[in-house]
C-alpha cells in the first residue's frame, strides 16, 4: 500500500514562494499518479495539481502559471513548487494516489501541510 506524507509548509508574505514535499513508501512511486489538493478555511477540498506516470501535468486554472509539480521517482517524492502565493492560496495542502481524471483513488487523506499566505 502507498503511503504518502506532506511536508514544506509555513506561513509567507504575499508575491512569496513556497515549496511542498509529498514522499512516498510502501511502494514504488513511478507506478501512480499523484495529484496535490488543498482545503482552504470554511472551502470544499480542491484539486490543486496533479502529475501522471508519464509525467504530464494538470493545474487548476487559479494556479497555472505559478505553481509547478514535479517529481523524482529515484527519490520517491513529488513536489509542488508555488510561487507569487496569494492570500487566497491559504490552506492545507494534501497528496493523494490519483487514479483516471486524477480523483482520489480512496478517501483516506493525510495530516496534510498547512500554507499560510498574510501580510
Known amino acids: 500500500q502507498l503511503q504518502l506524507v506532506e511536508s514544506g509548509g509555513g506561513s509567507v508574505q504575499p508575491g512569496g514562494s513556497m515549496r511542498l514535499s509529498c514522499v512516498a513508501s510502501?511502494?514504488?512511486?513511478?507506478?501512480?499518479?499523484i495529484a496535490w489538493f488543498r482545503q482552504g478555511p470554511g472551502k470544499e477540498r480542491e484539486g490543486v495539481s496533479c502529475?501522471?506516470?508519464?509525467?504530464?501535468?494538470t493545474y487548476v486554472d487559479s494556479v497555472k502559471g505559478r505553481f509547478t509539480i514535479s517529481r523524482d521517482n529515484a527519490k520517491n517524492t513529488v513536489w509542488l513548487q508555488m510561487n507569487n502565493l496569494k492570500p487566497e492560496d491559504t490552506a492545507v495542502y494534501y497528496c493523494?494516489?490519483?487514479?483516471?481524471?486524477?480523483?482520489?483513488?480512496?478517501?483516506?487523506w493525510g495530516q496534510g501541510t498547512q500554507v499560510t499566505v498574510s501580510s
Open positions: 502529475i501522471m506516470t508519464s509525467g504530464r501535468t
Open positions: 510502501g511502494r514504488t512511486l513511478e507506478n501512480y499518479s
Open positions: 493523494a494516489q490519483v487514479g483516471v481524471g486524477c480523483i482520489p483513488s480512496s478517501d483516506r
